[in-house]
């Protein structure tokens, strides 16, 4: 895809995977510019147009028409504090930001899911994320990107316990439940930020690998 003068809008800037992400986007010649509205200020960038606050209030504010839209939101029901409070990021929060892109001129939303989405999951958290991706295909875009990453790896501000305890055991599982580095997941969406298709693709953790690599 000839990206020359593109503007990508990204949610999810200040999390491990939006970082790694973020950086990769600005250093890119081909790229326009970056709307990354963010509860924390980033490190300023001529590239770069950083919104911040809370992104429910910033939505409806964010001018200007976008190309590409990347999703890295994501939270646990740990650090949520609630299944409510879970739902409403990983569900609520990421339909909005479609639809805020969608409504902006996006064409492509490239988003992070999870291994395992699926609506008629025994577990809460894949549930949530099969209700996730459903919403989306529903939105009708021209091109979806649903990434399903196993478990990320990668030093955080706020470190996992389970996360941490988890990473030995699924560094050694094949396939797609082998966990991911999040700097590798952050540039198999660069490169699937370049490829065109029409419809919805679904990119399990093992391909996301491969493409990261």
Not at 89 to 116: P, T, Y
């Amino acid at each position: 895809m000839h990206l020359t003068h593109q503007r990508i809008l990204l949610a999810g800037a200040t999390g491990l995977t939006g970082g790694y992400l973020l950086d990769r986007l600005l250093n890119e010649p081909a790229i326009g510019g970056v709307l990354a509205p963010s509860r924390r200020p980033l490190v300023a960038n001529p590239q770069l147009e950083n919104p911040v606050g809370n992104l429910r209030v910033l939505l409806p504010q964010l001018t200007g028409r976008v190309d590409i839209a990347h999703c890295c939101l994501g939270t646990t029901i740990k650090q949520a504090g609630s299944k409510t409070a879970f739902r409403a990021v990983d569900l609520d929060m990421v339909v909005a930001f479609a639809k805020r892109a969608r409504e902006m001129g996006a064409r492509h939303l490239i988003v992070i899911s999870a291994v395992g989405a699926d609506v008629n999951s025994w577990a809460f958290y894949n549930r949530v994320k099969g209700e996730m991706e459903n919403a989306l295909r529903d939105q009708n875009w021209p091109q979806l990107t649903l990434c399903r990453p196993s478990l990320l790896l990668g030093k955080r501000d706020k470190p996992r316990l389970g996360e941490q305890l988890a990473a030995p055991l699924t560094r050694l599982i094949p396939g797609k439940y082998r966990a991911i580095d999040a700097r590798q997941l952050a540039r198999a969406m660069w490169q699937l930020t370049l490829e065109e298709h029409h419809g919805v693709r679904v990119v399990e953790s093992d391909e996301l690998r491969k493409l990261g690599k």
